[in-house]
Protein backbone atom coordinates (compact mmCIF):
# COMPACT_ATOMS: atom_id res chain seq x y z
CA UNK A 1 0.00 0.00 0.00
CA UNK A 2 1.04 3.48 -0.80
CA UNK A 3 -0.33 6.65 1.13
CA UNK A 4 -1.37 8.17 4.48
CA UNK A 5 -3.02 6.26 7.27
CA UNK A 6 -4.19 8.60 9.71
CA UNK A 7 -7.59 8.41 11.36
CA UNK A 8 -9.60 11.38 12.83
CA UNK A 9 -10.09 11.26 16.19
CA UNK A 10 -12.03 12.96 18.87
CA UNK A 11 -12.28 12.63 22.49
CA UNK A 12 -9.67 9.22 21.82
CA UNK A 13 -12.07 7.41 19.90
CA UNK A 14 -13.16 7.71 15.78
CA UNK A 15 -15.51 9.66 14.72
CA UNK A 16 -18.34 8.31 12.56
CA UNK A 17 -20.09 10.03 9.70
CA UNK A 18 -23.77 10.44 9.10
CA UNK A 19 -23.38 9.42 5.11
CA UNK A 20 -20.64 7.56 3.70
CA UNK A 21 -19.89 10.23 1.00
CA UNK A 22 -19.59 12.52 4.03
CA UNK A 23 -17.05 10.68 5.58
CA UNK A 24 -14.67 10.15 2.02
CA UNK A 25 -15.29 13.76 1.81
CA UNK A 26 -13.59 13.72 5.40
CA UNK A 27 -10.93 11.62 4.38
CA UNK A 28 -9.78 13.69 1.59
CA UNK A 29 -10.01 17.19 4.04
CA UNK A 30 -7.88 15.28 6.17
CA UNK A 31 -5.35 13.03 3.97
CA UNK A 32 -6.69 10.39 6.09
CA UNK A 33 -7.34 7.46 3.18
CA UNK A 34 -4.89 4.66 1.76
CA UNK A 35 -4.39 4.29 -2.10
CA UNK A 36 -3.55 1.03 -3.18
CA UNK A 37 -0.83 0.16 -5.60
CA UNK A 38 -3.62 -0.14 -8.29
CA UNK A 39 -5.08 3.07 -7.69
CA UNK A 40 -1.98 4.57 -8.02
CA UNK A 41 -1.27 2.17 -11.26
CA UNK A 42 -4.02 3.57 -12.68
CA UNK A 43 -3.37 7.50 -11.97
CA UNK A 44 -0.10 7.48 -13.67
CA UNK A 45 -1.88 5.18 -16.77
CA UNK A 46 -4.82 7.34 -17.14
CA UNK A 47 -2.63 10.73 -16.23
CA UNK A 48 -4.99 11.65 -14.11
CA UNK A 49 -3.89 14.28 -11.13
CA UNK A 50 -5.02 13.10 -7.51
CA UNK A 51 -4.96 16.32 -6.59
CA UNK A 52 -7.64 17.16 -9.05
CA UNK A 53 -9.91 13.94 -7.86
CA UNK A 54 -9.12 15.13 -4.43
CA UNK A 55 -10.36 18.86 -4.88
CA UNK A 56 -13.45 17.42 -6.80
CA UNK A 57 -14.15 15.01 -4.06
CA UNK A 58 -13.81 18.23 -1.39
CA UNK A 59 -15.26 20.86 -3.20
CA UNK A 60 -18.24 19.86 -5.37
CA UNK A 61 -21.06 17.20 -4.63
CA UNK A 62 -19.46 14.23 -4.83
CA UNK A 63 -22.92 11.52 -5.00
CA UNK A 64 -22.63 7.73 -4.82
CA UNK A 65 -23.34 6.11 -8.06
CA UNK A 66 -23.24 2.36 -7.28
CA UNK A 67 -22.77 0.94 -4.09
CA UNK A 68 -20.94 -2.48 -3.61
CA UNK A 69 -21.64 -4.24 0.01
CA UNK A 70 -20.33 -7.63 -1.11
CA UNK A 71 -17.28 -6.40 -2.79
CA UNK A 72 -14.27 -9.03 -2.07
CA UNK A 73 -11.54 -5.28 -1.85
CA UNK A 74 -14.31 -4.04 0.79
CA UNK A 75 -17.55 -2.51 1.29
CA UNK A 76 -17.48 -0.01 -1.28
CA UNK A 77 -18.86 2.72 -3.54
CA UNK A 78 -18.56 4.15 -7.13
CA UNK A 79 -18.55 7.98 -6.21
CA UNK A 80 -19.23 10.39 -9.07
CA UNK A 81 -17.65 14.09 -8.82
CA UNK A 82 -16.90 16.83 -11.15
CA UNK A 83 -13.49 19.12 -11.11
CA UNK A 84 -13.32 23.03 -11.41
CA UNK A 85 -12.57 22.74 -15.33
CA UNK A 86 -16.34 20.35 -15.63
CA UNK A 87 -14.32 17.08 -16.34
CA UNK A 88 -16.19 14.15 -14.53
CA UNK A 89 -14.43 11.53 -12.87
CA UNK A 90 -15.37 8.29 -11.08
CA UNK A 91 -13.90 7.05 -8.00
CA UNK A 92 -14.45 3.82 -6.53
CA UNK A 93 -13.15 3.72 -2.35
CA UNK A 94 -13.94 1.53 0.18
CA UNK A 95 -16.43 2.94 3.22
CA UNK A 96 -15.03 5.01 5.94
CA UNK A 97 -14.28 4.87 8.53
CA UNK A 98 -10.85 3.57 6.81
CA UNK A 99 -11.18 5.13 3.07
CA UNK A 100 -9.08 2.88 0.90
CA UNK A 101 -9.10 4.65 -2.87
CA UNK A 102 -9.31 1.54 -5.23
CA UNK A 103 -9.55 2.73 -8.93
CA UNK A 104 -10.57 6.32 -10.72
CA UNK A 105 -11.13 6.98 -13.94
CA UNK A 106 -12.78 9.36 -16.69
CA UNK A 107 -16.51 7.68 -17.76
CA UNK A 108 -16.68 6.57 -21.41
CA UNK A 109 -19.85 8.66 -22.59
CA UNK A 110 -20.37 5.24 -24.53
CA UNK A 111 -20.63 3.48 -21.41
CA UNK A 112 -22.86 6.20 -19.11
CA UNK A 113 -25.60 7.96 -19.56
CA UNK A 114 -25.49 11.55 -20.59
CA UNK A 115 -25.30 12.79 -16.92
CA UNK A 116 -22.43 9.90 -15.91
CA UNK A 117 -24.54 8.55 -13.67
CA UNK A 118 -26.03 5.38 -14.61
CA UNK A 119 -24.37 2.64 -16.70
CA UNK A 120 -26.28 2.23 -20.19
CA UNK A 121 -27.89 -1.28 -20.96
CA UNK A 122 -26.52 -3.10 -23.56
Request: net charge negative; hydrophobic share 35%; glycine share 8%.
Amino acid sequence: MVGLFRLPEAAGRIQTSETPIDGIKQAFRDGSYLVSEHFFGRLLDRGIDLSVVGDAVREDAPEVIEDYPEDTRGASNLIHCVGERGEAYHLLCTYPPTVRLITVYVPDPALWTEDLRRRRLP
